[in-house]
């Protein structure tokens, strides 16, 4: 069951794979697409998202096989990766298989604590609906502090779907409760050169993890921090795709 993908940028450019987070989608990566136009991008829905299957198994390996199938299918052999939250853990896993040129992190969401991933994992079970797409937005709006209002118009346009009489976003919930688990496992050090970018007013990259990375890659690790919240390149996109096209070149 082949993933849903989202292509853009040039055909013949080199490839940048590109996985999204948590209630998330491929399409959220436009801006960094727009940005970046001269590289090939492919950004996938994740299982469990989108336009995708959402049959489990959600496991990281289960995620990690289905990237590798997207590369398969594409004709790629390597890649570099740009990867936003649980996207993040997904791709420190795959630069395990040999695929990975080099690895973007946008804020990434690994080796989280368990108390807090049960708390989110309980949150995310109940539903979550709404009587208009207006309302759908607003709270969107509200979630995404910062981000400009055409991306959030672009995400209800791209991710909002009707479900009888209410409105949902176009996630499987039972997915997403078993990625919260998946975070709380304990954390990898990718062996690729490596960029992460943490979002200063979230919560997500640890001191310990960094250090870790710090330990294993030495100058093949850049940290850049953003003053921003967890949607890192959505609420600056400008300044992040600079950071990209520094260090993917």
Same mark, same amino acid.
């Given at each position: ?69 997207? $590369? #398969? *299918?594409?004709?790629?052999? @390597?890649? /570099?990766? =740009? ?5 993040? %853990?997904? !791709? &420190? ?24 991933? $049960? #708390? *989110?994992?309980?949150?995310? @079970?109940? /539903?979550? =609906? ?5 309302? %759908?937005? !607003? &709270? ?35 997915? =997403? ?45 850049? =940290? ?26």
């Amino acid at each position: 069951m082949p993933l849903h993908v989202h292509r853009g940028g040039a055909p013949d450019g080199a490839p940048v794979l590109a996985l999204h987070g948590v209630t998330g989608h491929g399409a959220r990566f436009r801006p960094l697409v727009d940005a970046l136009g001269h590289r090939r991008w492919i950004a996938p829905d994740l299982r469990g998202h989108g336009h995708s299957p959402w049959t489990p198994p959600w496991s990281l390996e289960q995620h990690v096989a289905d990237a590798v199938e997207v $590369l #398969d *299918r594409e004709g790629i052999e @390597r890649a /570099d990766v =740009v990867a936003h939250s649980f996207g993040g %853990a997904i !791709a &420190a896993h795959l630069a395990g298989t040999g695929r990975v040129r080099r690895l973007v992190l946008l804020d990434p969401a690994l080796g989280l604590d368990p108390h807090d991933m $049960l #708390d *989110r994992a309980e949150d995310t @079970r109940r /539903d979550e =609906v709404w009587t208009t797409p207006d309302d %759908a937005r !607003a &709270a969107k709006a509200g979630d995404w502090a910062g981000v400009d209002g055409a991306l959030v118009d672009a995400e209800v346009e791209a991710h909002l779907e009707a479900s009888g009489d209410k409105w949902r976003w176009r996630y499987s919930r039972a997915s =997403v409760v078993a990625a919260w688990s998946e975070m709380a496992r304990p954390a990898v050090v990718p062996g690729v050169p490596m960029l992460i970018i943490p979002a200063t007013r979230a919560d997500f990259v640890s001191d310990d993890w960094l250090a870790a990375c710090r330990a294993e890659l030495g100058e093949e690790l850049t =940290v850049s921090p953003m003053d921003t919240g967890h949607m890192v390149y959505l609420e600056r996109p400008d300044e992040v795709a600079a950071l990209l096209k520094e260090f993917l070149g």
